[in-house]
């Protein structure tokens, strides 16, 4: 099975399961995405549904293998429009051998500049990947868009040319990383698109912070 596949089925799953929630929302402006560079776009005429996802970090270029060869991390950003609402959502996903166990990840922390934003209660999904000679357990962690979450946004257009670490919190295990050059370049320009498609407009941020209520968003300083 391919990874760009993989990663296009579980983006879906994970956006498209809010379309549930009856929030009538009118007025996001996709041809934002029609000429933007680096990015891949998933339409349904009949639903309406639309899918905008960072195209090269669907393959090798959102992979970081680990230094110690246990796994590696995917780090990738979509954007997801429907009659009922739109988000900007990222999704990191960590991949590890099966006998190194699994990390059971139930948050995330972002330090961005003297900054550290933890996200909790963020949406979990984990699969065992079936393989030879080693199978892979996959947890995936995604994190939409919400006003609380706005400003650790700022800050990475701020520091993009820092270095952003990550912290994957787990019962079993921690695992941190750095993020890339790509990963943040690519990260920022969609997000950027979604802002000038109206994204982060009064109305949307308050659809979406009903959706998301459950998202505990903590902020702290060095």
């Not at 997000?191 to 941020?205: D, E, F, I, Q, R």
Request: proline share 1%.
């Amino acid at each position: 099975m391919k990874k760009k596949s993989i990663a296009v089925a579980i983006t879906l799953i994970i956006i498209l399961s809010f379309s549930t929630m009856a929030y009538a929302f009118a007025g996001f402006n996709k041809s934002v995405f029609d000429t933007a560079a680096d990015v891949s776009i998933k339409r349904d005429d009949m639903t309406g549904d639309f899918i905008a996802e960072t195209e090269s970090l669907l393959g090798s270029a959102g992979l970081i293998i680990n230094e110690d060869g246990t796994g590696g991390i995917q780090v990738y950003s979509a954007v997801g429009v429907t009659d009922s609402f739109n988000m900007d959502t990222l999704i990191i996903k960590s991949h590890s051998y099966d006998w190194v166990g699994w990390a059971f990840i139930d948050s995330v922390i972002f330090k961005i500049g003297n900054t550290r934003y933890r996200f909790d209660n963020a949406r979990i999904s984990r699969n065992f990947i079936k393989g030879s000679p080693s199978s892979l357990l996959e947890e995936s962690i995604a994190i939409t868009i919400t006003s609380a979450s706005l400003p650790m946004m700022t800050d990475l257009v701020k520091h993009r040319d820092e270095e952003i670490h990550v912290r994957l919190v787990g019962d079993g295990r921690d695992i941190d990383f750095i993020l890339t050059d790509d990963m943040k370049n690519s990260i920022i320009n969609l997000y950027n698109l979604y802002v000038a498609g109206g994204g982060t407009s009064k109305a949307s941020m308050e659809r979406i912070d009903k959706l998301c209520s459950d998202i505990l968003v903590t902020v702290g300083q060095d």
